[in-house]
Structure formats: structure tokens, C-alpha cells
């Protein structure tokens, strides 16, 4: 792996045109990020073989009969103390078996997502426990109702391009019921790509039949997996989580890309020192892809390592600041430098309301993931204090954030034309002595540049004079603006047939 090349990608001028002159409604121009790199060619090395090393000399505990048994198989027998070690040149040949792009499809023209490519999205997540009451503010056990809300309302904020489950709902406590209610849930509100999980295996191809009823038929998801199926099948500090490595394995089996989520938390779950966090991540995500491909060589597997912070003074969880931006940004350094599809997280802002320390926080996270080049980067909307709330009007606010992050990351490409020569000899040789009427500026204004449509841009006695908009408000405003048009996006009698058919809830709003 030493020599593998820095990923390259060149792209032609009509393809950089249509990226400009993309609508800021419906879908929007893909960026390409990897311009940031906080690890240097040597410190990825490093890291690298400091995991392979992890992994061969440490390995991994807690391993279940049903990978144990799939181990031993291919020839990884436990050790006497029951840890599982993986030698690396298994290591090596087991990554020349992963696929190195995978399509996470949507249900409608032009939303699927195209990971290991180069093209950075954003998606929601987070399974928070609390919801933050549009109405009153205040902070409630969260519903499938509100899941479902928030799928609808992501429907129609472009710069979100992938639906992660968002929040958890509190009032369904069967486990069966409580996983296909949001795997309903999430299709029925958006026909972005989506991403979901489950408690026990046996709940796996319940879904799979549950979406092919959806689609019309049987074997239709498998042949356009639309969700990815979300796993923390490792347990920090390297050890696999026994129900969760088997449904791993099982959505592995039934087709679904399988996101191996590893969310070491640095100073507690992980050393405190963030180079060896990211060589104890990397041995563990390693393990985990590893997993996957002993359950069905060459499944779609996303490299899903997410370091998180630990706040050394109380040992919380924190999720924003600094550290955990130069971490997931490094993981997406590793992941591309490896070539595997991925994704990390961003903005999982440690504030329980919208003020300055959310705005920072998320944009700091969010854009340095951008930057560094992550396929997808989840948790980036929607969520606050510590990803334990959730707010309707935060996915809009987030929404806008993004689109002028999304401008950070595209760069500033250079050409003849837009090194504007003749245009700067036309305004001062005899010219108006500004830009504001040329051609250019007219052209560029409407396909080069975001306008925000919450931040306030106006003088402050104009801002005054119409009476201090507050963001907050006007986010609120189109929720419920989004929420009283949006159509649904399951035929009714399909909806019929599977709540018929299958444990799931109804939802009101439609």
C-alpha cells in the first residue's frame, strides 16, 4: 500500500461549466474536495503501519461464533486468548477485494450518490433521543413522527443529499417494530439515498422485503439498494460488538452497502494523543471492512471512521472544536490515500441552541471534512448539544451553511477567460470605471456565486427598518412552509399494502 498514488482527477471545461451553473433548487453540481491535508505523506505511512501492526500484533476481542467461524475458514484462527489477528498481508490482499466505488441510489432521477469518485456530499444523522419543539423551544423525547419530518423536509433542501435516520422514536419499544417503522419512515418522507440500521439480523431481510414491496417487486432492492445498512460493529477499544457484527455481516449477505461506523472517542475510548486515536481508528476500521469481507467477498463496504473528542476535563463527549475537525478530516486523508469509498462526520455542534458556538462549530467541522475530500460526511445537519437533540429548523439553517461551504471547497479554477484580461482592459481604457453593468459580472452573478437566503446581507438600518430579521425565525418559517406542500413520495395504496403486510406506524402531515 506504501506506493499507491494520491488519488487524481481531471475534469474537462464543460463539465466545470455545469458546475457553475448549477440551479440552487433540486439537485445541485457535485464539488470535489482533497485539498486539505492535515497529515503529511509520512505521517500517513506511519499511521498505516501502525495499524497494520495493531492488527497482527493486538487484534481484535469480543469476536462472535458467526465471524469466528468465517475467520477460522479462511484461515484466521483466534488466538488462545480468544482475540482475533489479522497478518498484513491478509490485510493486503482482503483491500484488493473491496470495491472501490459504491452507488448509493435514490428513487428519483438525479439523486443517487456516487462514492469513491472524488465528490464530497452531505447527509443528516445522528439517532438523537430528543427533539427540540419547533413551536415552544423546548426539548422533548423525539417520535417517528418526527423522523418522518425531518425526511420531508430534507426532501427539499438540496445541498443535503443523503438521508441518514436522524432521531429515534421513543414510543415504539418492540424491537422489530421499532426498526422497520423507521426504515419505513425514512423512504416514505424522502426518495434521497438513505441510511438506517438494525437491532437483530433477522430484521434485515424483513426490510429487504419491505422495500421490494416498495419498489414493485421482489429482488428490486437488491438490484438498487436505495439505504446503506449502518453498523458499530467495533466497540473501542478494538473489540467487535457482538449484535452488531451480525447484522454487519447479514446486511452484508442481503445486498445492502454497509456503513462500519467507528466512533472511538480520543482521551477515553482511544489514546488522547491524536496520531495514536488515528492508528487505533484506522486498525479498527480495518477490522471492520475486514468483517465485512468475510461475510460475502467483494460486498460494498464504506469506510466509516468517525474519531471523536473527548473532553479531558470531565471525559464527555464533545463535538465540536478543532480536534475533532483534524481528526475526521485525516480519516478522509487515510480513506483516500487507501481508495475506499467513505464517509466521516462533521458537525456535531456541543451547543443547545443556534448561536455563534453552533455556527462555528459546524462550520469549522463541516467544511475541514469537505476540504480533506470525504465522500459523505454525516451528522453534518440538523443536530445539536452533542448530537442528543435535533431540530427541524437546524436542517435548513445547515442546509444553507453548506451550499456556502460547498463554494470554499470547489476552489477557484483558472483560465484565460476568468483571468478576465480583456474585461479589466474594457472597465479601465475607456470604460465606466467598475464592473457592476459587463457581461461578465452579469453572466457570473447568477451561476457563480450563492446567495444566501436566511443570512441577512442588508445595511443595519435597513435590517431595522424590517423589523431585525432573526435567522432562526425565518428558518422556522420554511419548515413549515416545506412541511404544509410536501407531497408524499409512496403511493398510498403501496403505503396500505406494506402497513398491512409489515409492524409499522402510520404518520399525520401528509
Same mark, same amino acid.
Given at each position: /500500500?506504501?506506493?499507491? *498514488?494520491?488519488?487524481?482527477?481531471?475534469?474537462?471545461? @464543460? #463539465?466545470?461549466?455545469?458546475?457553475?451553473?448549477?440551479?440552487?433548487?433540486?439537485?445541485?453540481?457535485?464539488?470535489?474536495?482533497?485539498?486539505?491535508?492535515?497529515?503529511?505523506?509520512?505521517?500517513?505511512?506511519?499511521?498505516?503501519?501502525?495499524?497494520?501492526?495493531?492488527?497482527?500484533?493486538?487484534?481484535?476481542?469480543?469476536?462472535?461464533?458467526?465471524?469466528?467461524?468465517?475467520?477460522?475458514?479462511?484461515?484466521?484462527? +483466534?488466538? =488462545?486468548?480468544?482475540?482475533?489477528?489479522? *497478518?498484513?498481508?491478509?490485510?493486503?490482499?482482503?483491500?484488493?477485494?473491496?470495491?472501490?466505488?459504491?452507488?448509493?441510489?435514490?428513487?428519483? *432521477?438525479?439523486?443517487?450518490? #456516487?462514492?469513491?469518485?472524488?465528490?464530497?456530499?452531505?447527509?443528516?444523522?445522528?439517532?438523537?433521543?430528543?427533539?427540540?419543539?419547533?413551536?415552544?423551544?423546548?426539548?422533548? *423525547?423525539?417520535?417517528?413522527?418526527?423522523?418522518?419530518?425531518? %425526511?420531508?423536509?430534507?426532501?427539499?433542501?438540496?445541498?443535503?443529499?443523503?438521508?441518514?435516520?436522524?432521531?429515534?422514536?421513543?414510543?415504539?419499544?418492540?424491537?422489530?417494530?421499532?426498526?422497520?417503522?423507521?426504515?419505513?419512515?425514512?423512504?416514505?418522507?424522502?426518495? @434521497? !439515498?438513505?441510511?438506517?440500521?438494525?437491532? +437483530?439480523?433477522?430484521?434485515?431481510?424483513?426490510?429487504?422485503?419491505?422495500?421490494? @414491496?416498495?419498489?414493485?417487486?421482489?429482488?428490486?432492492?437488491?438490484?438498487? !439498494?436505495?439505504?446503506?445498512?449502518?453498523?458499530?460493529?467495533?466497540?473501542?477499544?478494538?473489540?467487535?460488538?457482538?449484535?452488531?457484527?451480525?447484522?454487519?455481516?447479514?446486511?452484508?449477505?442481503?445486498?445492502?452497502?454497509?456503513?462500519?461506523?467507528?466512533?472511538?472517542?480520543?482521551?477515553?475510548?482511544?489514546?488522547?494523543?491524536?496520531?495514536?486515536?488515528? %492508528?487505533?481508528?484506522?486498525?479498527?476500521?480495518?477490522?471492520?471492512?475486514?468483517?465485512?469481507?468475510?461475510?460475502?467477498?467483494?460486498?460494498?463496504?464504506?469506510?466509516?471512521?468517525?474519531?471523536?473528542?473527548?473532553?479531558?476535563?470531565?471525559?464527555?463527549?464533545?463535538?465540536?472544536?478543532?480536534?475533532?475537525?483534524? +481528526?475526521?478530516?485525516?480519516?478522509?486523508?487515510?480513506?483516500?490515500?487507501?481508495?475506499?469509498?467513505?464517509?466521516?462526520?462533521?458537525?456535531?455542534?456541543?451547543?443547545?441552541? /443556534?448561536? %455563534?458556538?453552533?455556527?462555528?462549530? @459546524?462550520?469549522?467541522?463541516?467544511?475541514?471534512?469537505?476540504?480533506?475530500?470525504?465522500?459523505?460526511?454525516?451528522?453534518?445537519?440538523?443536530?445539536?448539544?452533542?448530537?442528543?437533540?435535533?431540530?427541524?429548523?437546524?436542517?435548513?439553517?445547515?442546509?444553507? /451553511?453548506?451550499?456556502?461551504?460547498?463554494?470554499?471547497?470547489?476552489?477557484?479554477?483558472?483560465?484565460?477567460?476568468?483571468?478576465?484580461?480583456?474585461?479589466?482592459?474594457?472597465?479601465?481604457?475607456?470604460?465606466?470605471?467598475?464592473?457592476?453593468?459587463?457581461?461578465?459580472?452579469?453572466?457570473?452573478? =447568477?451561476?457563480?456565486?450563492?446567495? !444566501?437566503? +436566511?443570512?441577512?446581507?442588508?445595511?443595519?438600518?435597513?435590517?431595522?427598518?424590517?423589523?431585525?430579521?432573526?435567522?432562526?425565525?425565518?428558518?422556522?418559517?420554511?419548515?413549515?412552509?416545506?412541511?404544509?406542500?410536501?407531497?408524499?413520495?409512496?403511493?398510498?395504496?403501496?403505503?396500505?399494502?406494506?402497513?398491512?403486510?409489515?409492524?409499522?406506524?402510520?404518520?399525520?402531515?401528509?
Amino acid at each position: /500500500m506504501d506506493d499507491q *498514488p494520491e488519488l487524481t482527477r481531471r475534469r474537462g471545461r @464543460k #463539465q466545470r461549466t455545469a458546475a457553475r451553473v448549477a440551479p440552487e433548487t433540486g439537485t445541485v453540481a457535485p464539488v470535489y474536495g482533497g485539498h486539505y491535508r492535515p497529515l503529511s505523506e509520512d505521517g500517513v505511512r506511519q499511521i498505516h503501519e501502525a495499524a497494520l501492526t495493531i492488527l497482527e500484533e493486538i487484534g481484535m476481542g469480543g469476536v462472535p461464533d458467526e465471524l469466528r467461524v468465517a475467520a477460522e475458514a479462511a484461515g484466521l484462527p +483466534l488466538g =488462545s486468548d480468544g482475540r482475533l489477528r489479522f *497478518p498484513r498481508a491478509w490485510i493486503a490482499e482482503m483491500l484488493e477485494q473491496v470495491p472501490r466505488q459504491v452507488t448509493l441510489h435514490g428513487r428519483g *432521477p438525479g439523486l443517487g450518490v #456516487q462514492l469513491g469518485t472524488g465528490m464530497t456530499y452531505y447527509a443528516t444523522g445522528g439517532m438523537a433521543v430528543r427533539m427540540v419543539d419547533i413551536d415552544s423551544g423546548d426539548w422533548r *423525547p423525539s417520535t417517528l413522527q418526527d423522523l418522518y419530518d425531518c %425526511a420531508r423536509l430534507v426532501e427539499h433542501l438540496p445541498n443535503i443529499q443523503v438521508f441518514n435516520r436522524t432521531c429515534v422514536p421513543s414510543e415504539i419499544t418492540d424491537l422489530r417494530e421499532f426498526d422497520l417503522s423507521i426504515a419505513y419512515a425514512c423512504a416514505a418522507g424522502t426518495r @434521497k !439515498p438513505l441510511g438506517i440500521g438494525f437491532n +437483530l439480523p433477522e430484521h434485515v431481510d424483513d426490510c429487504v422485503a419491505m422495500y421490494d @414491496k416498495l419498489l414493485g417487486g421482489d429482488g428490486a432492492f437488491a438490484a438498487a !439498494p436505495f439505504t446503506t445498512c449502518n453498523t458499530c460493529a467495533v466497540v473501542p477499544p478494538l473489540t467487535f460488538g457482538e449484535d452488531s457484527t451480525v447484522v454487519a455481516m447479514a446486511g452484508a449477505r442481503a445486498g445492502f452497502p454497509v456503513k462500519m461506523t467507528n466512533a472511538a472517542q480520543a482521551g477515553a475510548t482511544a489514546p488522547a494523543a491524536l496520531a495514536g486515536t488515528m %492508528a487505533q481508528t484506522v486498525a479498527e476500521s480495518l477490522a471492520g471492512i475486514a468483517m465485512v469481507q468475510l461475510a460475502c467477498r467483494g460486498a460494498p463496504v464504506i469506510w466509516a471512521n468517525w474519531p471523536f473528542v473527548s473532553d479531558l476535563r470531565s471525559g464527555a463527549f464533545s463535538g465540536g472544536g478543532g480536534e475533532i475537525a483534524v +481528526l475526521n478530516a485525516a480519516s478522509a486523508q487515510m480513506a483516500r490515500w487507501y481508495g475506499l469509498p467513505n464517509c466521516v462526520s462533521g458537525g456535531m455542534t456541543d451547543s443547545k441552541t /443556534m448561536d %455563534a458556538q453552533y455556527g462555528y462549530e @459546524k462550520g469549522m467541522t463541516d467544511l475541514a471534512a469537505g476540504l480533506a475530500g470525504a465522500d459523505v460526511i454525516y451528522e453534518a445537519t440538523g443536530m445539536i448539544g452533542s448530537i442528543v437533540g435535533c431540530a427541524l429548523e437546524a436542517y435548513v439553517i445547515d442546509d444553507e /451553511m453548506i451550499a456556502s461551504a460547498r463554494q470554499t471547497i470547489r476552489g477557484i479554477e483558472v483560465t484565460e477567460e476568468s483571468l478576465s484580461v480583456d474585461v479589466i482592459r474594457d472597465v479601465c481604457l475607456g470604460g465606466p470605471g467598475h464592473y457592476l453593468g459587463h457581461a461578465q459580472t452579469l453572466d457570473l452573478m =447568477s451561476s457563480a456565486y450563492h446567495y !444566501p437566503a +436566511l443570512a441577512d446581507r442588508s445595511s443595519p438600518d435597513a435590517w431595522v427598518e424590517a423589523g431585525r430579521p432573526d435567522l432562526r425565525d425565518g428558518a422556522k418559517a420554511r419548515v413549515r412552509e416545506i412541511l404544509s406542500n410536501a407531497e408524499p413520495t409512496v403511493d398510498p395504496g403501496v403505503e396500505a399494502e406494506i402497513c398491512a403486510t409489515f409492524p409499522v406506524q402510520g404518520f399525520h402531515g401528509r
